[in-house]
């Protein structure tokens, strides 16, 4: 079955650094990808739809400047998370699908700890 | 490694009938589960979650779980379908009671018939 690898599973970084998670459709080329964001004991919230070749469309509230996503190929989107602060410390986690019509497949997540 | 399956990749049924989501998953130590939906263009949103305690659990938009530890199931119900409840629905197992370090199933699209 089609698998999405996230890397890294958890990282942890000092204050005011930045953080590159990738999110990579290992046999399948993914239109659209997403990434969540989950909060202790919360649900994941959707932070950002990602479609190949065009600028991602971030939901309500989630700051562009300091969630940059790119998903410049079929099968690779990455989500930099720019002078990170510990109130960014979360579980981000992305999913893929290759059609709007076809299943959506989950990365294993990152663990991202800010001290 | 915990695993979480979903054996039904498409289910339809008709609006007013009853529905029943498989879940099956595997792990090796008290599992936490949850159920999600995801309805076309958005996010994921919670459904209902296990810990502990009455093993039939109540969510949101009359959904309910029953949890089987003997079948290692955690099927999701509901008595009488919606149009409005035709999405993609993912069963998942996690660490904790945070629902931190996830697994989601495959997903199961629901289409719903008039």
């Given amino acids: ?21 990738e999110c990579r459709s290992l046999d399948f080329q993914a239109t659209t990808m997403f990434w969540y964001r989950q909060f202790p004991k919360q649900s994941l919230m959707l932070m950002a739809t990602s479609n190949e070749g065009s600028k991602a469309t971030y939901e309500q509230g989630v700051e562009k400047d300091k969630f940059l996503i ?22 981000y986690i992305c999913s893929a699908r290759r059609t709007p019509n076809e299943k959506l497949f989950f990365g294993s997540g990152t663990q991202l700890s800010v001290l | 490694a915990q695993s979480v399956t979903q054996p039904d990749i498409h289910i339809t049924v008709s609006e007013g009938a009853s529905l029943e989501l498989r879940c099956n998953y595997s792990y090796g130590a008290t599992p936490y589960l949850f159920w999600y939906v995801q309805s076309p263009g958005q996010g994921l949103q919670l459904l209902l ?27 999701l119900r509901k008595p009488s379908v919606h149009w409005s409840d035709a999405a993609e629905y993912f069963c998942a197992v996690g660490y ?15 289409m719903v018939k008039p």
Avoid: W
Wanted: glycine share 10%; aromatic share 8%.
């Fill in chain 1, 1 to 21: 079955g089609a698998v999405v690898s996230q890397h890294p599973s958890r990282v942890i970084c000092k204050s005011g650094t930045s953080v590159k998670i």
């Fill in chain 1, 70 to 91: 790119n998903h410049a190929s079929l099968t690779l989107s990455t989500l930099t998370v720019t002078s990170a602060h510990p109130e960014d410390s979360s579980f």
């Fill in chain 2, 49 to 75: 979650k296990y810990f502990s305690g009455d093993t039939l659990v109540q969510g949101i938009k009359g959904f309910e779980a029953e949890f089987k530890r003997s079948q290692s199931s955690f099927n």
């Fill in chain 2, 96 to 110: 904790n009671n945070a629902g931190n370090m996830l697994t989601f199933g495959g997903g199961t699209r629901l």
